[in-house]
C-alpha cells in the first residue's frame, strides 16, 4: 500500500504497556454490549478507539478499562457489523466531531 508511510503504527509488547502509554487519552470501546450509541457521544482528538474480534470482542478486564463503551445502533435482530466496517463509521464520525479530516475535504463540505 503506497500510503502506509503515512500511518503511525505502534505495537505495544503487552496491555500493561499500552495502559502506560495511553497518557490520559480516553479509551473508547466499540461493543455490542454498550447501552450509549456513538451518534451521540462527543469526541476529543486524543481519543482512543478499541475494537475487539468480530467473535468475542474483547476481554472482561479489557472491557472494563475502557472509559466508555460505544454501541452502533442496528436494527433489532441483526447480531452485528463488519469490524472494518464499524471502525470507519466510527472514526469517521469521530474525525467529523474534532476536525480531523484533510481541510480541503472539510472546506468542500462547507460548500
Known amino acids: 500500500m503506497d500510503y502506509l508511510p503515512q500511518a ?3 505495537r505495544h509488547a503487552s496491555w500493561a504497556a499500552f495502559r502506560a502509554a495511553r497518557e490520559g487519552a480516553r479509551l473508547l470501546l466499540l461493543t455490542t454490549k454498550a447501552a450509549e ?15 475487539g474480534r468480530e467473535s468475542a470482542g474483547v476481554p472482561e478486564d479489557v472491557h472494563n478499562t475502557a472509559d466508555a463503551r460505544l454501541l452502533i445502533p442496528m436494527q433489532p435482530g441483526l447480531r452485528s457489523l463488519n469490524v472494518a466496517l464499524s471502525a470507519a ?7 467529523r466531531q474534532t476536525s480531523g479530516f484533510p481541510l480541503a475535504i472539510v472546506a468542500h463540505e462547507r460548500v
Open 89 to 95: 463509521m466510527v472514526l469517521g464520525e469521530a474525525l
Open 8 to 10: 503511525e503504527i505502534v
Open 37 to 51: 450509541p456513538y451518534t451521540g457521544y462527543a469526541f476529543q482528538p486524543a481519543d482512543i478507539l478499541l475494537l
